[in-house]
């Protein structure tokens, strides 16, 4: 799996859109770009995956430039609830590939 | 509904007595995995499974040991348990393939003393 480089923690405020980029400069072709969520003492959640351009569910949207090199997370209007770690994934899931999380971005919410 | 189930979800152990942490899957996946989480360190993986009988280590596989009989059970064996080994586990399945994604289960926390 491509290694990922994303920033340590950052603070928000309710309301505010929150943006977190995540770069992967080694990034292969058939890899695919997955962001997981983490609240305290849970396992980590699926919130989005996409491969190039722009991806939106009902959570988030993922962008991606034309190089792929870099991936940036958005989450719109975010409330208290928002508070997480967030993990960036890159790989394609190979049959042999191991899945290596790495230490992701902890996103602080305040009122 | 889509689930994986662990046991025990909380566990205090004495050092040296082995234990077992059962993981189980409803969803058919072919991949199973074994994580622990510490802090500042993150998720680490322990082993991981392709298919049954199929396992191999992963990043942390000192001290642990797993087995895959069957495609939706996924035991992690502690045989001789060391407080070093005090942690949040979590098991993960998903299926093969490209893009898919991964299922936790609620995490097990586990005190060696």
């Known amino acids: 799996l491509a290694k990922t480089t994303q920033p340590i923690s950052m603070d928000s405020y309710e309301g505010q859109e929150v943006n977190i980029t995540c770069s992967h400069n080694?990034?292969?072709?058939?890899?695919?770009i997955t962001w997981y969520q983490q609240f305290p003492s849970q396992g980590p959640r699926f919130i989005i995956q996409?491969?190039?351009t722009k991806v939106t569910n009902e959570v988030a949207s993922l962008f991606i430039p034309a190089d792929r090199k870099s991936s940036t997370l958005s989450l719109p209007r975010v409330s208290l609830s928002d508070t997480a770690v967030y993990y960036c994934?890159?790989?394609?899931?190979?049959?042999?590939?191991?899945?290596?999380f790495g230490s992701g971005t902890r996103l602080s919410i305040r009122p | 509904e889509a689930q994986v189930t662990q046991n025990p979800r909380y566990l205090i152990t004495v050092t040296g007595k082995k234990l077992t942490v059962t993981c189980s899957q409803n969803?058919?996946?072919?991949?199973m995995s074994w994580y622990r989480q510490d802090p500042g360190l993150g998720l680490r993986q322990i082993y991981y499974?392709?298919?049954?009988?199929?396992?191999d280590k992963g990043d942390v596989p000192e001290g642990y040991k797993v087995s895959r009989k069957e495609k939706r059970n996924f035991p992690l064996i502690l045989e001789s348990p060391s407080p070093n080994q005090t942690s949040l586990y979590f098991c993960?399945?998903?299926?093969?393939?490209?893009?898919?994604?991964?299922?936790f289960g609620e995490g097990s926390w586990l005190t060696v003393v």
């Open positions: 993960a399945s998903r299926t093969g393939g490209t893009g898919n994604t991964i299922y």
């Open positions: 080694n990034i292969a072709t058939n890899d695919y």
């Open positions: 996409g491969y190039k």
């Open positions: 994934l890159v790989g394609v899931y190979s049959s042999a590939s191991k899945i290596i």
């Open positions: 969803m058919n996946h072919e991949y």
């Open positions: 499974s392709m298919n049954v009988e199929v396992t």
